[in-house]
């Protein structure tokens, strides 16, 4: 399928300056994404089959770590998985704005500074609605959790560690989610919670793998909020003028 082929400059851009940090890509996840997307959007074509032998000579790497970096590319939906045989897989290559839609839309109508990154450890993030937009924004428009996408009107805040276990208004430990999710996690810890909708099969078992993992990562202040002084890159790239946010 032939489609119209994108501006190869501003992609580069959005890759390094917006994917890769906001995605938490590794090295491999990059280099396996580029090649990816080298040989199928940059050619016009939204669709590509592809070997992992192939993926692996083209970005150097053994043929296990390209498919890691293939599963985590799925995972995190940068990658849309139409076929899977002994002939190959043929996946469909998201641009990096089709990844990331909600987020720029979000980072587009932000104010310019918000918070210092030295006292972004101490800030209570349900203090103001920039806070909290952050944090939602951080989480790219889907339940941390379950992650379905969400809408503005269904989203709300959740306490991974509860109020009752001492947990914080960090930004280590508030997380963007549904409000479905909200009311049933209750006074749950979030790793029970996160196999309670596996055993409910609203979770992969590689879903829940990436879920624990993004778990210990937000615990771990790895996962930053996208306010511009402290994670997010200064400036956004351009965006059309009709997806902007008043
Ligand atoms: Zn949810």
């Not at 070997?51 to 000579?57: I, N, Q, V």
């Not at 053994?62 to 985590?72: D, F, G, K, L, M």
Request: glycine share 4%; with cysteine; charged share 30%.
């Amino acid at each position: 399928m032939k489609t119209k082929k994108p501006n190869a400059e501003l992609v580069w851009k959005q890759v390094d300056d917006l994917l890769v940090p906001r995605l938490r890509m590794d090295v491999s996840d990059r280099a396996a994404y580029c090649y990816l997307l080298r040989h199928s959007r940059l050619e016009g074509k939204l669709v590509l089959r592809f070997s992992m032998p192939w993926l692996a000579r083209g970005i150097c790497l053994s043929t296990s770590a390209a498919r890691r970096a293939v599963r985590r590319l799925i995972e995190q939906k940068a990658l849309r998985l139409v076929e899977c045989s002994t002939a190959g897989r043929v996946a469909e290559v998201l641009l990096p704005e089709e990844i990331l839609a909600d987020h720029l839309k979000e980072m587009a109508s932000r104010p310019a500074s918000v918070v210092p990154r030295a006292s972004l450890e101490e800030e209570d993030f349900l203090r103001t609605k920039i806070l909290r937009e952050a944090i939602h924004a951080r989480e790219g428009g889907r339940c941390f959790y379950c992650l379905k996408r969400l809408a503005a009107s269904s989203r709300c805040l959740d306490h991974a560690v509860p109020r009752s276990q001492w947990g914080t208004n960090s930004y280590r430990n508030l997380v963007s989610c549904c409000l479905e999710c909200n009311a049933q996690k209750g006074q749950c810890r979030a790793e029970d919670f996160f196999r309670s909708l596996f055993r409910d099969r609203k979770l992969t078992e590689s879903e829940l793998a990436g879920r624990l993992r993004a778990l210990d990562a937000l615990a771990a202040g790895k996962l930053l909020p996208p306010l511009p002084s402290a994670a997010a890159p200064p400036k956004t790239p351009a965006l059309p003028a009709s997806s902007r946010r008043a």
